[in-house]
């Protein structure tokens, strides 16, 4: 059972990651949009949903954007991950190095934001709806 704390930074970190899969999926579509925004959007989505999980098991992880470690901590842990955000190590990238730096790579947007949706999806489950007190 989670420390009531942990249990609430939990939900934040669901809120945010909802957030930002708000705007990816609206900035996807526009083709004026970057890719970089759309990116980091996507990104961010993936770490605060994989780290809400992580602190609904009262797992405390470091400051770090790299999906495929956080995710590693939770398969350590024995948590079901769906194959997707196993598969997702791609999507860090967005979150890092465009912030200051152009890439040379494409944003594939239909899987960006399809690992986006699994990740807020499998959150939402895992963590649960309601806001601990």
Sequence with gaps: MPRPEQGRHAHRLLRKAQ???TAARALA???D?????IGFHVQQTVEKSVKA???S???DYPRTHDIDYLVRQLVKLDVSVPEALLEARWVSMWGVFTRYDDLETVLDRPAAISVATVAIEW????VGTASPE
């Design 19 to 21: 957030s930002d899969f």
């Design 29 to 31: 579509d526009d083709p």
């Design 33 to 37: 949009q970057g890719d970089d925004v």
């Design 53 to 55: 999980v992580l602190a």
């Design 57 to 59: 098991l009262d797992v």
């Design 123 to 126: 959150a939402h489950n895992a």
